[in-house]
């Protein structure tokens, strides 16, 4: 069974950073693209990185300069550091293992909110 953990989030200031940790279970880790999505209050889940399996990265434009994703496969755990965080960056934040376009998995999120 897959499990993906997420932890690190928190209230922090504007400005602030934060960084977030996924630890994903089972074999899935080795095969998986590992994705942060966020989702904010009554908006859709957005994509906010994604990395490879050998370490590839990819950053919507909006999200390009103030985050970053890595990933530690001995430790099967993925990252996102975020630095000079904003209001706007408020939002439960999901970690997603994805095996091609057919298999996704998601960890239960973990709350992120930005002070102003």
């Known amino acids: 069974q897959v499990q993906l953990v997420e932890s690190g989030g928190g209230l922090v200031q504007a400005g602030g950073s934060l960084r977030l940790s996924c630890a994903a279970s089972?074999?899935?880790?080795?095969?998986?693209?590992m994705n942060w999505y966020r989702q904010a209050p009554g908006k859709q889940r957005e994509l906010v990185a994604a990395?490879?399996?050998?370490?590839?990265?990819n950053y919507p434009d909006s999200m390009k300069g103030r985050f970053i994703i890595s990933r530690d496969n001995a430790k099967n755990t993925v990252y996102l550091q975020m630095n000079s965080l904003k209001p706007d960056d408020t939002a439960v934040y999901y970690c997603?293992?994805?095996?091609?376009?057919?298999?996704?998995?998601w960890g239960q999120g973990t709350q992120v909110t930005v002070s102003s």
């Open positions: 089972g074999s899935i880790f080795r095969v998986a693209v």
């Open positions: 990395i490879t399996i050998g370490g590839s990265t």
């Open positions: 997603n293992a994805a095996i091609g376009t057919l298999y996704h998995y």
